[in-house]
């Protein structure tokens, strides 16, 4: 089974532990959320769907998770009242040391930002595929520019990205259009999705997922509830049609206070699993 520590005491314990290929990180982090927080209790929550008797390992294309020797988890980060923009960064930069992609569960969405930072560092500018509700291209939110509102905004300044393409988009302020055009943002609003469009990507791409992206029918455990989204199924098409070479993804913003009956977390630990089956691809068609 899984084992939960936090990145240090894995090191210490054992100086010999051999990361897989692929990793898995919880960011057990919310204090960016403008709204309500919840997001940092995702973490176990993804796992204890992942594990639960009423579905099995086995992802879409007949991959068994549960067999698999490469991909392994590293539990969750440990804030230990650091800088968590620095711890966040600071982990995922020694993950990507040993070469290893990786998928993060849980947190808000403002943990992009110090992941992404870290990822650009290894592969230069990414393209990023960015599935949400909103744009989250606030230069500051409620004078917080690290806000859960304003990842993608510091990582267009920054220019972390040579591509940002945002779907699934149904909240755009006046404010949001400006830094969208400022920065060049690729965006294809809800209100123009049709089930014909695909992505494909030159060069090293990342997946942003937040799960209010899908329409809140399916996904009510997140903060934001914004109706006419995307269904559950047009997501893992989206996924697992994805052209490019996959480096990286994270999964944001399930807030399990919203879900008494658990299908949120189902539906997380569903598109986990399409995710991580994403990323053992090297290349995709
Ligand atoms: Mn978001
Ligand atoms: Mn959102």
């Not at 930072?117 to 004078?143: M, P, Q, V, W």
């Not at 965006?187 to 990507?201: G, L, P, T, V």
Request: glycine residues 8%.
């Amino acid at each position: 089974m899984f084992r939960f520590y936090n990145l240090e005491p894995c090191y210490s314990i054992n100086p010999h532990f051999q990361f897989p290929m692929i990793s898995i990180l919880g960011i057990p982090f919310d204090a960016a959320s403008s709204f309500l927080r919840g997001p940092a209790q995702a973490p176990n929550k993804i796992r204890a769907a992942f594990h639960s008797d009423s579905a099995n390992y086995f992802t879409e294309r007949g991959i068994d998770l549960k067999e698999s020797e490469i991909w392994s988890d590293a539990g969750d980060l440990a804030f230990n009242g650091e800088n968590p923009l620095s711890v966040i960064e600071n982990s995922i930069h020694n993950l990507l040391a040993q070469d290893h992609r990786i998928l993060t569960l849980g947190g808000d969405h403002s943990i992009s930002y110090p992941v992404v930072k870290a990822f650009a560092k290894k592969y230069g500018r990414l393209n990023i595929l960015h599935i949400d509700a909103h744009g989250d291209l606030y230069d500051s939110f409620e004078g917080d520019k690290y806000s859960h509102a304003c990842p993608f905004a510091r990582i267009m300044e920054e220019e972390l990205a040579v591509r940002l393409v945002q779907v699934g988009i149904r909240t755009l302020s006046t404010h949001q259009r400006e830094q969208a055009a400022r920065f060049g943002v690729e965006i294809i609003e809800m209100k123009d999705w049709n089930s014909a469009i695909q992505f494909q990507f030159h060069g090293p791409t990342y997946v942003s997922l937040d799960l209010d992206a899908i329409d809140p029918a399916f996904a009510p455990g997140v903060s934001h509830h914004e109706p006419g989204g995307f269904t559950s199924r047009e997501v893992f098409t989206i996924i697992q049609k994805l052209k490019g070479n996959l480096v990286g993804a994270d999964l944001v913003e399930f807030n399990p206070t919203r879900d008494p009956s658990g299908i949120t977390a189902m539906l997380a630990a569903k598109l986990f699993k399409e995710l991580l089956d994403r990323l053992l691809l090297s290349e995709n068609g």
